[in-house]
């Protein structure tokens, strides 16, 4: 299951790098750094005025109510207000809501999840913010002053920040407290996700080969081709009759590992040229190729030993296995919880 936008945003919690006029900072996962909001400009009471002026009539436009939550207000500000935030740092959350609804449903969500932080006395320690700004500190090598001075670049006071952190830190807790600790990913399921994709641990065959190589010069004439092969056809009927492959190598080969004898060591299907593989893998364990014509001359293979295609073993994928499995599981749980188990606790109404 791929991660959407409000996985991306609240289940990253614990902090992502942005950049900051160019310079790596990192921020809270739950949120850039956001500046102030200011208040809601105050309505002209005068209706004279405001005829005189339509412009006057915009504060009571933005600062309508579009949703309630248990009663309580949300407004079009809030709203506009809180998607700039989103955009703001967009780059480092992924893709975000494109119209006012979707952006309305996201606030509405931060506000649930911000009244069940309080409901249930979560509270982040001044120990736990400085611990989690010092990872970030380290994490990007930053010290106080360029921290600093990167927040201030974003509008951002040192207060500011540490409580966008503290936010972040509750949150987690929240969601650890709710959903992550509920989830296990048993033996049984490791195992049956490995048997129902043993096609995904396959190992393609092998072999273990040694070359011979006799170079053909460029622009060669066929003359010279053919003394070169009438070589390479000497060595290897020598080779064939049992004679030392290694030997042979090291005393007349062109190509790579001539030192170690023309071992150029265990190679799978697919990372030779074709025509080696065709002639490496028709061969049996300690059988000779024929002369092997290429564009850059002549060649013989000898295959050492083979090994067919097979799975990689259940112990050195499980881990693997049950991390994909446990953050499927998490994407599911979190999903439902945010949307039906924790939205019901609330009477919410839209009125966008």
Not at 86 to 94: E, F
Not at 134 to 159: F, Y
Not at 171 to 188: F, G, M, Q, W, Y
Not at 249 to 269: F, L, M, T, Y
């Amino acid at each position: 299951m791929t991660p959407g936008w409000r996985s991306v945003v609240w289940m990253t919690v614990l902090g992502a790098v942005v950049a900051i006029g160019g310079a790596p900072v990192l921020a809270p996962a739950r949120t850039t750094p956001r500046r102030a909001a200011a208040k809601p400009p105050a309505v002209e009471p005068t209706a004279k005025k405001a005829a005189a002026d339509p412009t006057l009539l915009a504060p009571e436009v933005v600062n309508r109510i579009v949703a309630t939550i248990d009663g309580e207000p949300v407004t079009l500000f809030e709203l506009h207000t809180f998607a700039e935030q989103m955009h703001q740092r967009g780059g480092a959350a992924g893709d975000v809501p494109g119209d006012d609804r979707a952006m309305l449903d996201e606030l509405v969500l931060e506000k649930i999840v911000h009244k069940q932080i309080q409901e249930q006395g979560v509270a982040a320690t001044d120990q736990q913010v400085d611990a989690y700004i010092e990872s970030i500190k380290e994490r990007n090598k930053l010290d106080d002053a360029q921290l600093k001075q990167a927040l201030v670049q974003q509008g951002l006071t040192w207060e500011a920040y540490r409580a966008q952190v503290r936010t972040d830190i509750e949150r987690a807790a929240l969601i650890n407290k709710e959903i992550r600790n509920k989830v296990n990913v048993s033996p049984e399921e490791v195992e049956r996700y490995y048997k129902e994709h043993l096609d995904d641990y396959g190992t393609p065959a092998k072999a273990h080969v040694r070359l011979i190589s006799f170079l053909a010069p460029s622009g060669a004439t066929p003359e010279q081709k053919a003394t070169i092969r009438a070589e390479a056809e000497r060595v290897r009927k020598e080779a064939a009759g049992g004679k030392d492959f290694a030997a042979l190598a090291k005393a007349h080969s062109q190509g790579p590992a001539v030192d170690e004898g023309g071992d150029i060591g265990e190679i799978a299907r697919g990372q030779m040229q074709a025509e080696f593989e065709k002639a490496a893998f028709a061969l049996k364990p300690g059988e000779v190729s024929d002369v092997i014509e290429t564009d850059s001359g002549y060649h013989i293979l000898k295959v050492e030993q083979r090994s067919g295609e097979a799975h990689k073993p259940l112990a050195d994928v499980s881990d693997d296995i049950r991390e994909k499995l446990y953050r499927e599981t998490m994407e599911e749980r979190y999903d439902r919880w945010l949307k039906q188990d924790l939205r019901a606790k609330y009477h919410v109404e839209i009125l966008l």
